[in-house]
Structure formats: C-alpha cells, structure tokens
C-alpha cells in the first residue's frame, strides 16, 4: 500500500476551530460509529484534551488521536481515540500516529508514563510501541477492552 505522507498538528481543543471539530468528530463517527456500532463519543473528555491530527497534501483528516489531561481519566496522561482512515490501514501510519502521539505526550509530561484503554485485539499493535497489558479484559460499549501501560521514558 502507498504511503500517504501528512502534517501533524498538535492542539487544545478551543485551538481546532469550527472545521477542526467538524473533521475530528467526522472521522470518529465514521470509524467508531458507523464500523464498530452506536455509542456516545463525545464523552465530555474532549475540552480537556490536546489532539494529534494527522492531514494529508489536500488538507484531509487521515489519522487522529486525543491524549486527556493526566487526573481526568486516570492518574497519568491517556491516549485514546487513535483513528486511522479506513483507505490508509496497512500503510504503516497508524504507528506513525502512535509514534507522534507517545513523542507529544513525552514533551507535555516529562517523566510520566502514559495509560490507554485499548481494544483487546490491539494489544500487539499497542505493544509495539511499549504498552504492556495490565489486569484483565473488560467491555466497554459492548466491545472487549484492556487497559494497558507505558512506563516513562
């Protein structure tokens, strides 16, 4: 598959503006709504969060992830909400998203770890880039989860 180089922006949510919501929210919904069944996303997290979005040469939204505040949802900052576009899974750019996002999250909380809910199919995706799974699986909006753990660096 061809890789499909983008432009990171690492942002506050009141620094997305009107379009960068629009796209966020768009991407989400197509990937965690329509793929993957009908839940609430927007889960009162997203004002307090930084988010990496990931456009291509034309300006769109190829590849997203949130990371919340550390002390909203857990202790230590959270990743979450890694969307990649359908058309782009295979190239490779999903782990230049984790890559970018683990790289942003490192600068804005130096000598933290980072937690992430993730789903339970992903755990070696997830550990490819240092997350190590803790406890046991568990469902969240019906699909099984684990929560899992990157120690500082």
């Given at each position: 598959m061809a890789r499909t180089a983008v432009t990171w922006t690492w942002q506050r949510f009141a620094e997305l503006g009107v379009d960068g919501v629009y796209d966020m929210l768009a991407l989400r919904a197509r990937i965690f709504i329509l793929e993957q069944g009908p839940y609430l996303d927007p889960d009162g997290l997203d004002r307090d969060s930084w988010h990496l979005l990931g456009?291509?040469?034309?300006?769109e939204l190829r590849a997203y992830l949130r990371v919340v505040d550390p002390g909203l949802k857990y202790d230590e900052p959270s990743i979450g909400r890694v969307v990649l576009d359908r058309a782009l899974r295979g190239s490779g750019?999903?782990?230049e998203l984790l890559v970018e996002g683990v790289a942003r999250c490192s600068v804005a909380w130096p000598g933290q770890g980072c937690r992430i809910s993730a789903q339970a199919h992903l755990q070696r995706f997830y550990g490819r880039h240092g997350f190590?799974?803790?406890g046991e699986a568990y469902l969240e909006d019906d699909i099984a989860h684990v929560q899992m753990w990157r120690a500082p660096t």
């Open positions: 456009r291509d040469g034309e300006g750019l999903a782990d190590a799974t803790v």
